[in-house]
């Protein structure tokens, strides 16, 4: 129900933006055009969602490395799984309740990006700013992805939550959408407040908002271990998914926006050549 409103927002903020995007405007005559490829509107948002589940065909060495880097993490991450329970169970009523923990959980839940998606999408609407769009657009599109996959690999995996007690490799794989004690893997809270932090901190420019945005994520993978929802492995997950889905979406817009402005990021170590091997260092 809650997935299915915050489509339903999405897409109403996409009508809303794509025919207010057909009124024309006249900028004022100091302002210098600013050039972008997107459109933030329901031809891109397909678009964009073809090449999102499409893109493991298009994947580079480093993409299948990290890849199998956050998997093997994940799998090495359950061997901690038991003992970090035992350690943290031990105490776990004296702070279940506190605000860290309760606010953490809360930057998790599904209505949390609705809220934002609404708050940004409205302010959109009402202003005319891009950058609200931008980021309205950003959390809708991330979330949905996010969702849809997260989901998915719950039911199919099937793994059982800590407080069953049935011990962390136990899987009872079910299509059921009510069997939630058995959706343990990866934590949905996790990928959600990692996909929300992701993505505003890449609309943000000061570096100390870009690190303050991930405490809550942060919070967040920490409640749900100790109020015993999730295993440690599964919240390292959530918050990989989280991280690079928020990081995919952010990425494809601003492609769009260099390639449309003509210019191209080339920042960082390059390798210039191969015999004789050099690497060149190029700043923005």
């Known amino acids: 129900m809650r997935l299915k409103l915050l489509l339903s927002l999405f897409c109403l903020t996409l009508f809303t933006s794509s025919a207010l995007a057909q009124q024309p405007t006249i900028p004022p005559p100091t302002t210098q055009p600013v050039q972008s490829g997107n459109k933030y509107d329901f031809p891109q948002f397909f678009k964009e969602t073809g090449a999102f589940f499409t893109q493991p065909a298009r994947w580079a060495l480093d993409d299948w490395l990290t890849a199998g880097f956050v998997g093997a993490t994940t799998v090495l991450a359950t061997q901690a799984d038991q003992p970090v329970r035992d350690v943290v169970q031990k105490n776990s009523g004296k702070y279940f309740y506190s605000a860290p923990i309760v606010f953490g959980r809360i930057m998790g839940e599904l209505y949390t990006p609705v809220a ?135 990425d494809q817009h601003e492609a769009n926006d260099d390639a449309a402005a003509g210019t191209k990021d080339k920042s960082g170590l390059q390798i210039t050549s191969f015999v004789p091997f050099t690497v060149s260092l190029a700043l923005k």
């Open 116 to 250: 934002l998606f609404g708050g940004f999408a409205t302010y959109s609407l009402i202003t005319g700013d891009v950058k609200a769009r931008k980021i309205a657009y950003e959390l809708g599109q991330a979330s949905l992805y996010g969702g849809a996959f997260v989901f998915l690999t719950k039911i199919l995996v099937g793994r059982s939550r800590p407080f069953v007690n049935e011990g962390y490799a136990h899987f009872r794989p079910s299509f059921s959408i009510v069997d939630d004690p058995y959706h343990s893997f990866p934590s949905g809270h996790t990928t959600i407040s990692f996909l929300i932090a992701t993505v505003l901190s890449r609309n943000v420019e000061p570096l100390w908002a870009k690190v303050l945005l991930y405490v809550p994520a942060v919070l967040t993978a920490t409640s749900r271990v100790y109020q015993d929802q999730h295993w440690t492995s599964d919240v390292i997950m959530g918050s990989a998914i989280g991280y690079f889905f928020g990081k995919w979406v952010v």
